[in-house]
T-cell receptor
Framework: NAGVTQTPKFQVLKTGQSMTLQCAQDMNHNSMYWYRQDPGMGLRLIYYSASEGTTDKGEVPNGYNVSRLNKREFSLRLESAAPSQTSVYFC??????????????FGPGTRLTVT | GENVEQHPSTLSVQEGDSAVIKCTYSDSASNYFPWYKQELGKGPQLIIDIRSNVGEKKDQRIAVTLNKTAKHFSLHITETQPEDSAVYFCAALAATNAGKSTFGDGTTLTVKP
């Protein structure tokens, strides 16, 4: 049981390049989330998927797109990277239903630098 | 929307002392309050949680209390150890908000041996 896995662990991009961050969970959770964490700051929600087949914007969605490929996988795409997107990106999953909410399980993060 | 404030931003204690971190929230619809521990270079890890129908929950050396009337909740760590040094985040969620969490800004806890 690996929990939440993310690839790659580190990435350096040049301004204007694109890339996709991959996330997968093996806990059969229905909800998945993408966050960014900047130095000394908390977690800001980029996009989330409450259930397979649905995605919604979070607090800071500009410059990003997501795909909920199936129940296990949720990817984050940067179409044209900018230095302001230099950050650590975390994927998380949880089992969410209206009557029951549970805490989130986070992946190890992807450290992205855009030069 | 929900707003969560967390204090203090940094906390330094001697090994064996207690540590308390406090959070306040604004949305009375929030009914689930998890706490996360983030060690250097790792993702946040859920360590304890409390629901709005419970006033206190304890798990070994850590406990969480909730005051719904005042809209605040706290994390208590007793008999602190150097391995408790980390960044701690509180969060608040409402059942009607698609499981989205609003996080506090974090508290950096340092336990001095």
């Amino acid at each position: 049981n690996a929990g939440v896995t993310q690839t790659p662990k580190f990435q350096v991009l040049k301004t204007g390049q694109s890339m996709t961050l991959q996330c997968a969970q093996d806990m059969n959770h229905n909800s998945m989330y993408w966050y960014r964490q900047d130095p000394g700051m908390g977690l800001r929600l980029i996009y989330y998927s409450a259930s397979e087949g649905t995605t919604d914007k979070g607090e800071v969605p500009n410059g990003y797109n997501v795909s909920r490929l199936n129940k296990r996988e949720f990817s984050l795409r940067l179409e044209s990277a900018a230095p302001s997107q230099t950050s650590v990106y975390f994927c998380a999953s949880s089992e969410y239903r209206t009557a029951v909410i549970l805490g989130q399980y986070f992946g190890p993060g992807t450290r992205l630098t855009v030069t | 929307g929900e707003n969560v404030e967390q204090h203090p931003s940094t906390l330094s204690v001697q090994e064996g002392d207690s540590a308390v971190i406090k959070c306040t929230y604004s949305d009375s619809a929030s009914n689930y309050f998890p706490w996360y521990k983030q060690e250097l270079g790792k993702g946040p890890q859920l360590i304890i949680d409390i629901r709005s129908n419970v006033g206190e929950k304890k798990d070994q050396r850590i406990a969480v209390t909730l005051n719904k009337t005042a809209k605040h909740f706290s994390l208590h760590i007793t008999e602190t150890q150097p391995e408790d040094s980390a960044v701690y985040f509180c969060a608040a969620l409402a059942a009607t908000n698609a499981g989205k969490s609003t996080f506090g800004d974090g508290t950096t806890l340092t336990v001095k041996p």
